[in-house]
């Protein structure tokens, strides 16, 4: 399904409403998430960004996040999930230790 939001096109995968439906959230709501974010991040998976908002009560905070990738014109959404209590921001040696890790992983599976 895509929805034009502004320059870019959305590009929902069926991964991503799966996990919508999951967490009762509507694309209403991920599009706010991706417009005014609290705070963003390098995603864990190669080229994608991880967007946050805060959400709940001061009592039992949330936080809601979306990952996306930019391909060219299009914007896809990979995921978007609900995250209990709030979470600490990533420095830049735990990415590059994600990072690592992953290519290790990808050249021990070709």
């Known amino acids: 399904m895509l929805i034009n ?8 995968t069926n991964h991503a409403h799966a996990k919508m439906r999951f967490y009762g959230l509507s694309e209403a709501r991920v599009r706010r998430i991706l417009h005014s ?15 946050m908002q805060s959400a709940g009560s001061t009592k039992h905070p949330y936080e ?3 990952m996306v990738q930019d391909i060219g014109k ?12 709030v ?7 735990v990415i590059e230790g994600i990072k690592n890790a992953y290519s290790e992983y990808m050249r021990s599976h070709d």
């Open 5 to 12: 939001s502004g320059q870019r096109t959305l590009h929902w």
């Open 87 to 93: 979470t600490k921001p990533r420095s830049e040696a």
């Open 74 to 85: 299009k914007r896809k959404v990979i995921s978007a999930w609900r995250y209990p209590g």
């Open 37 to 51: 974010p609290k705070r963003v991040e390098e995603g864990i998976a190669p080229k994608t960004i991880a967007v």
């Open 64 to 66: 809601l996040w979306t």
